[in-house]
């Protein structure tokens, strides 16, 4: 259960187009990221999914069924939003009941499913509070709770952790982890945090102006990147892009090559050389901005430990394996 097919998906609000010919196969029981800039389409195609959008032109499959005319509540998904929209007046039990009192589900039935969610989403010690008395974390929880007790098939998440602090973003995630595991439930989940991408997907789907730019392991988009959007949209700080000839021995046929701030040291000797031009300092490591002239200003991760300074002239080095090549309109080679 929880197979979704897309197939040459299209959507347009009047004259702008903002999802094109987008073909996607989630397996069942497989956690999809999409990622991409702002406004590139990503909580578009998951309201696609969910049904509340309807595409202009293509096909939508659940579990082999044509789904592309369903409505939301028979295409068996749930989806959870950044915005928790709980019911202020009602407790945490009967938020998460809602939807199974909705369906008229027997009462122990419900206690079973609230419960059950309740253990799961550490929520047992709330259920008689109401979402005014919880943390903003609390509040998420409750918001997975209801999709939880619903049993879908898939869940739909856009950025459902974007409004908690980073120790709290830290630990849901953990139980969203946690929860696909347990749920072995196909997960979709829309984020901007490139720990919540590289750390939760199977598979991250990197979207630009409505079209998917590439899909693969978290691995495979890091030590592969298809073209230069992907190269400079996953890792960061983000992947240095330099002319071809500032670097000798580029692969033929090479416009631009591209280095990872992490592949590159400051070395007593090296093919590169420039000034440091500034310094930002993070604790266990530290950016180096290294104008390099013609090559342009170069980030380098340093450790935290080595002390270069503002207007140090330095040479940089690093394997050709670590190299990254591409032609002339940025797709790898
Ligand atoms: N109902 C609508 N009518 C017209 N245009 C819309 C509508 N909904 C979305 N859009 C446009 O579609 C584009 C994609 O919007 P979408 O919300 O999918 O972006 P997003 O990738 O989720 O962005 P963000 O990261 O900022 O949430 C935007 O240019 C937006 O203005
Ligand atoms: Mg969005």
Redesign the pocket.
């Known amino acids: 259960m929880g197979e979704i097919i897309l197939e040459n998906v299209s959507k347009s609000?009047?004259q702008?187009h903002?999802i094109r010919d987008l073909s996607l196969h989630v397996a069942e029981g497989e956690f999809v990221v999409f990622v991409?800039?702002?406004?590139?389409?990503?909580?578009?195609?998951l309201?696609l999914i969910a049904g509340l959008?309807m595409v202009t032109s293509g096909h939508i499959r659940i579990d082999g069924r044509d789904m592309t005319a369903a409505a939301p509540y028979d295409r068996g998904l749930s989806m959870v939003f950044q915005s928790y929209a709980l019911y202020p007046h009602m407790s945490v039990r009967e938020n998460i009941a809602f939807a199974l009192r909705t369906a008229r589900r027997p009462e122990d039935e419900i206690r079973a499913k609230v419960a059950e969610a309740a253990r799961m989403l550490q929520l047992e010690d709330y259920l008689d509070r109401k979402p005014a008395a919880l943390s903003g974390g609390q509040r998420q929880r409750v918001a997975i709770g209801r999709a939880v007790v619903r049993h879908p098939s898939a869940f739909l998440f856009?950025?459902p952790l974007s409004n908690l602090d980073a120790a709290l973003r830290g630990e849901t995630r953990l139980e969203i982890a946690r929860l696909h595991r347990d749920l072995a439930a196909t997960m979709i989940y829309?984020t901007?945090d490139q720990i919540e991408a590289m750390t939760l997907a199977d598979r991250i789907v990197v979207?630009n102006a409505?079209r998917i730019m590439q899909a693969g392991s978290p691995r495979e988009l890091y030590e592969r990147p298809a073209n230069t959007f992907v190269a400079q949209f996953i890792g960061s700080p983000r992947m240095n892009l330099l002319p071809a000839a500032a670097v000798t021995g580029a692969p033929a046929g090479a416009a631009q090559v591209g280095l990872r701030p992490e592949d590159i040291t400051l070395a007593a000797d090296g093919p590169l050389s420039g000034r440091i031009a500034a310094i930002e300092y993070h604790g266990a490591d530290l950016s180096a901005f290294v104008d390099c002239g013609p090559a342009g200003v170069l980030t380098v991760r340093a450790p935290g430990l080595v002390a270069p300074r503002e207007g140090d002239g330095v040479k940089l080095a690093f394997g050709m394996a670590q190299l990254h090549a591409f032609d002339a309109v940025g797709n790898r080679i």
Request: proline content about 5%; hydrophobic content about 25%; glycine content about 22%.
């Open positions: 609000f009047g702008t903002v991409g800039p702002s406004g590139c389409g990503k909580s578009t195609l309201r959008e856009d950025e829309v901007h979207l409505g």
